[in-house]
């Protein structure tokens, strides 16, 4: 009887044939030593007896033949010119004889490209059980004709290859830069009202010294004298633009004193005026023969004169009734429409869409000047419908 640890040997991987025990496909978990008890008679008396084998697995050596561990039969990118270097690695059992080279179409590198290809000396570190042999490639220039070759490393009955090729284009880095320039300018097209008013908000009084330009007036507002314009004029565009933005307007019939010449009032108000305002309403032509408005247009057209801020009170699909000099000045700077209700709360908040767009056209400063302003004359509501 076999035993192994003080246990019965038992298994598919062993077999009893009389007095022996034969063992086949064999794992590590199979060696060990192994102990043979019996009893025999000798003379009529009966012994035990005991032998014992070690049993200890050596390595299949018929699986260790050679094997290429790089190339793979991969391919790398490389620029016509540069100097291409590459190794090819091969494992094989320990003490083994083994010829390792480098090939193009089954030719030795060194007897076809002469020198400009050079295949190094053949190296081996030693490993557990086996060796790690290493033979070089450098190519020290590459040509447009080594592109697409197979450079194939033997090592006995094994072979691999690698293969060169142009260096492709990096169409996502090429994407990213792109994104990278478009999104900060769509940012600044999408929200620059926005920017624009944050900016002279909080980072313009760091940057800029104020320095006064001699007028006094933010803006001039020209606007037609009728009742459906006056609550706006009068009410809306003071409450915003004055008490909540702190600008300084001037405004025809509350602003100007009694007794002086209205077109003397105009061309000096206007003069002294960062801006104008023009106030437009739809189907409304007489605007156009009033003479403050030829005087508010002349310094809007001449060079370097005020920017003009239209502000149409309503939609006005057709243009074709205005002055000229108005139709110009809309092609070149546009215009802002009124769509709120000056009974709502929203339309008299700062911070809505239409007066932000006002804003970003009012100058960025609104410094007082060293002048004295004309006096206004209080003037309610009532009176301007009245006159």
């Known amino acids: ?12 991987q062993f077999a009893f044939f009389r007095n022996y025990l034969i063992m086949k496909d064999l794992k590590k978990d199979d060696e060990g030593k192994y ?6 008679t000798f003379r009529g008396n009966k012994y035990n007896f005991s032998n014992s084998i070690l049993v200890d697995l050596l390595e299949d050596l018929t699986r ?7 190339p793979i039969n991969n391919t790398i990118e490389a620029d016509v ?17 083994i010829s390792i080279s480098w090939r193009v179409n089954n030719t030795l590198v060194d007897n076809l490209f002469k020198g400009r290809i050079i295949e190094g000396n053949q190296t081996n570190i030693p490993m557990e059980g086996a060796e790690i042999f290493t033979v070089s490639l450098n190519i020290t220039e590459l040509k447009n004709e080594d592109y697409d070759r197979h450079f194939t490393c033997h090592a006995g009955e094994v072979a691999a290859y690698i293969k060169i090729q142009r260096p492709t284009k990096n169409h996502a880095a090429f994407v990213i830069l792109i994104l990278l320039l478009i999104i900060p300018v769509l940012i600044c097209i999408l929200f620059k009202i926005e920017i624009v008013l944050w900016y002279r908000k909080s980072c313009r009084p760091f940057f800029h010294k104020k320095v ?3 007028k006094i007036y933010d803006a001039y507002v020209l606007y ?22 702190g600008y ?11 007794g002086t010449a209205l077109l003397n009032v105009v061309d000096e108000t206007i003069t002294q005026s960062r801006r104008l305002i023009m106030i437009l309403v739809p189907g409304l032509s007489s605007l156009e023969e009033a003479p403050e408005q030829n005087i508010a247009v002349y310094h809007a057209l001449i060079p370097d004169g005020m920017k003009t801020i239209l502000i149409e009170m309503n939609k006005i699909k057709d243009y074709s009734h205005m002055p000229e000099s108005i139709r110009y000045i809309k092609q070149k700077q546009g215009a802002i429409r009124w769509k709120g209700d000056i009974m709502k709360k929203d339309s008299s908040s700062a911070n809505s869409s239409f007066w932000k767009k006002v804003r970003y056209r009012m100058p960025p400063e609104h410094q007082a000047s060293q002048e004295l302003a004309l006096m206004p004359v209080p003037c309610s509501v009532s009176q301007m419908k009245e006159a």
Do not use: A, H, W
């Open 81 to 97: 010119g540069s100097n291409v270097f590459t190794e090819c690695n091969v494992s094989s059992f320990r003490d083994s004889m």
């Open 35 to 40: 102990v043979c008890k019996g009893t025999y």
């Open 224 to 245: 037609p004298k009728i009742s459906s314009q006056v609550d706006f004029v009068l009410k809306v565009l003071p409450d915003i633009l004055e008490k909540q933005c």
């Open 64 to 70: 260790k033949r050679p094997e290429i561990l790089y």
């Open 212 to 214: 006064s330009d001699g």
């Open 1 to 12: 009887m076999y035993y192994k640890e003080c246990e019965p040997v038992q298994g598919k």
């Open 248 to 258: 300084s307007l001037f405004i025809p019939g509350r602003d100007d004193l009694p």
